[in-house]
């Protein structure tokens, strides 16, 4: 059971290139979501996605475009990356009511 | 939304018990304590979950008191593998609730041998 797969698990990139990352999950779950996480901090939601065809903005959306693929896949894209941008980014999905949020092991992102 | 404060670091060593501790004063009535554990390298891992009292699963203990204004996430006899950073989180775990959880700094406990 792979849970939450996210490619590719590293990047580099520089200032004003753009890139998608991939997010998918074989768990059937509704709901979706993106994060980022800057050295020492904690997660910061970027997007998510309540159910299939529908998305929503979170903490820190500026510089970020998703799209929900399908029920099993969440995309987020950097459509000019920022060096600002440099982090690691998580995809999360879980059910509804009180499931918890389960996690991929993050796209470790740097932009030059 | 419930703020929490939890303490930075925590320093223990195998085969004691740790127990950390989350405050949150304004926690509403609809609001469940939430505990994640991350590992370097890995995404948050969901540990255990409650509203009141005491949980308990193969993992760690919650404690919650009467108020609700803290809560303590207990893991019995610690091991080095145990070594990461515990997010508290509270919110309401209702549809819409999640997606306005916010993940801290967390504190991170450190076993040593």
């Known amino acids: 059971n792979a849970g939450v797969t996210q490619t590719p698990k590293f990047q580099v990139l520089k200032t004003g290139q753009s890139m998608t990352l991939q997010c998918a999950q074989d768990?059937?779950?509704?709901?979706m979501y993106w994060y980022r996480q800057d050295p020492g901090m904690g997660l910061r939601l970027i997007y998510y996605s309540a159910s299939e065809g529908t998305t929503d903005k979170g903490e820190v959306p500026n510089g970020y475009n998703v799209s929900r693929l399908n029920k099993r896949e969440f995309s987020l894209r950097l459509e000019s990356a920022a060096p600002s941008q440099t982090s690691v980014y998580f995809c999360?999905?879980?059910?509804?009511?009180?499931?918890?949020?389960?996690f991929g092991d993050g796209t470790r992102l740097s932009i030059l | 939304l419930a703020k929490t404060t939890q303490p930075i670091s925590m320093d223990s060593y195998e085969g004691q018990e740790v127990n950390i501790t989350c405050s949150h004063n304004n926690i509403a009535t609809n609001d469940y304590i939430t505990w994640y554990q991350q590992f370097p390298s890995q995404g948050p891992r969901f540990i255990i979950q409650g509203y009141k009292t005491k949980v308990t699963n193969e993992v760690a203990s919650l404690f919650i008191p009467a108020d609700r204004k803290s809560s303590t996430l207990s893991l019995p006899r610690v091991s080095l593998s145990d070594t990461a950073v515990y997010y508290c989180l509270v919110g309401d775990m209702g549809s819409g609730g999640y997606n306005k959880l916010i993940f801290g700094a967390g504190t991170r406990l450190a076993v040593h041998p």
């Open positions: 999360a999905s879980r059910e509804t009511g009180m499931d918890p949020q389960h």
């Open positions: 768990m059937n779950h509704n709901s």
